[in-house]
C-alpha cells in the first residue's frame, strides 16, 4: 500500500516562494496520477493541481493558475508543488493525494492522502 509522506511546508512572506515535496512510504507512484490538495480552517478541502501518472497532462484551481506548477519525477519517486508569488489566502494545509489511474484526477476521489504540511503566508 502506498503512503504519502508531505514535506516543504513552513511560513513565508507575501510575494514568496516555497516548493512543497511528496514521497512515497512503503511503495511507489509507479502507474499513479497524483494531486495536491489544500484546506483552510474555515473552508472545505479544495484540489489545487493534479497530474497524470505520464505527466503529460495537468490541472490548476483557477487561483493558483500562472503560480503554482506541478511536476513529477518517477525516476525519483517525487511528486513537486512549486508556489511562487504566494498571497496570504493560499495559507492552508497542504495535501498529496494518489490514485492508480492514467487519468487525470481533479475531484476528491483519490485513495490515498498524506498527512499534510502546513503552509503560512504572512502579509
Known amino acids: 500500500q502506498v503512503q504519502l509522506v508531505e514535506s516543504g511546508g513552513g511560513l513565508v512572506q507575501a510575494g514568496g516562494s516555497l516548493r512543497l515535496s511528496c514521497a512515497a512510504s512503503?511503495?511507489?507512484?509507479?502507474?499513479?496520477?497524483m494531486g495536491w490538495f489544500r484546506q483552510a480552517p474555515e473552508k472545505e478541502r479544495e484540489i489545487v493541481a493534479a497530474?497524470?501518472?505520464?505527466?503529460?497532462?495537468?490541472y490548476y484551481t483557477d487561483s493558483v493558475k500562472g503560480r503554482f506548477t506541478i511536476s513529477r519525477d518517477n525516476a525519483k519517486n517525487m511528486v513537486y508543488l512549486q508556489m511562487n508569488t504566494l498571497r496570504p489566502e493560499d495559507t492552508a494545509f497542504y495535501y498529496c493525494?494518489?490514485?492508480?489511474?492514467?487519468?487525470?484526477?481533479?475531484?476528491?476521489?483519490?485513495?490515498?492522502w498524506g498527512q499534510g504540511t502546513q503552509v503560512t503566508v504572512s502579509s
Open positions: 493525494a494518489a490514485k492508480r489511474t492514467f487519468a487525470l484526477i481533479i475531484s476528491r476521489s483519490y485513495d490515498y
Open positions: 512503503g511503495g511507489t507512484f509507479s502507474g499513479y496520477a
Open positions: 497530474i497524470t501518472w505520464r505527466g503529460d497532462r495537468t
